[in-house]
């Protein structure tokens, strides 16, 4: 190779690189994005799973309470 083909095979690679760099941070930007997104959805999730659990043991505990008193009756 001469040194101008070696030259020219250089600033190509570091084109690509450069092009490759670039798609790569884009890329990681919207990955970011994106598990900014999965975590606030995780603990949207998470709140309504422990508000569902504890409704259930509040209505647990008035069936029977309800059934207790009519008992009673």
Excluded: Y
Aim: cysteine-free.
């Amino acid at each position: 190779m001469t040194t101008s083909n070696i030259a020219g095979a250089i600033d190509a690679l570091k084109r690509e690189i450069d092009k490759e760099r670039g798609e790569l941070d884009k890329v990681e930007r919207e990955l970011a994005t994106h598990q900014s997104e999965v975590r606030k959805l995780e603990d949207a999730r998470n709140k309504i799973r422990a508000e569902h659990s504890n409704h259930e043991r509040e209505l647990s505990k008035l069936q029977t309470e309800l059934q207790s008193l009519s008992d009673k009756h």
